[in-house]
């Protein structure tokens, strides 16, 4: 396949090392000094972003009016998902997004769906998140967090809402659930990422956990997801890629 970076930070360079591999071709990058453009996109298959989340909307606006398939893993877009969604569909394109593209991540997401379920009658267990990256990290908390978050919400009637006081948005510490799920986002230099889940009492605690070693799995992740991609229309996610939904 024919694939442009958009984005050629830590992630561009692993996916770019990962596609090659793979037998793909990479001819085109976007940086924030080359944004995307019609010369650039002149003869591709797929996009794969891993940009930042000042520039993705733009990025995802001009792939979709371009009608070129886009694998997107920028985080820190979560506000305009349903604006997205709705022009993927308007414009028949086709998507893939996802706040972790690990296979081990999305392995978590499913059990932390399943034990937020178990826990539903316990309500002595009080839930808590806490997710440590590297500092040079733009999002807070991380994208992977908040998916958590949403799995425990969708599957656990204790919780309506999160909260992360380590967010920059302030929008997001106006809730009115009275005790929403907390998520701690702590930054430490050179963690790739890890999550940790809790389930505490003052009897006991049972916590699971997410160690990435390297960017390897996301970066895999990644470019399975764009061949993936490559024929299909609509907007998925990496559940739909593993076919663990
Ligand atoms: N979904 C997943 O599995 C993962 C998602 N991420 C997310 O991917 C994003 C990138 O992460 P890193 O590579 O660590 O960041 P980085 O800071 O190392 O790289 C960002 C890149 O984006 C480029 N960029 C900035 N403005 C741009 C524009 N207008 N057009 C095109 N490129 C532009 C920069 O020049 C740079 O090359 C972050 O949002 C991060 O949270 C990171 C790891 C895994
Ligand atoms: O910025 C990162 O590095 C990562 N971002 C993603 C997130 O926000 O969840 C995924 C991974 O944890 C690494």
Known sequence: MKIILVGYGKMGKEIERIALERGHEIVGKATAHSPLCDELISDIDVAIDFSTPDSVISNINFLLSRNIPSVIGTTGWHDAYKAIENKVKNTNGALVHASNFSV???????????????????????????????????????????????GIIENNTTYTDWICPQSEKLSQRESNDPHPLPIEAIRKADVKGTHTLTYSSTIDTISIKHEAHNRKGFALGAVIAAEWIKNKKGIFTMKDVLDLS
Do not use: C, W
């Open 104 to 150: 081990g991540v999305n392995l978590f997401f499913k059990l932390n769906e399943q034990l937020a379920r178990l826990m539903q009658p316990y309500t002595d267990y009080k839930a808590e998140i806490s997710e440590i990256h590297h500092t040079e990290k733009k999002d807070a908390p991380s994208g992977t967090a908040i998916t958590l978050a949403k």
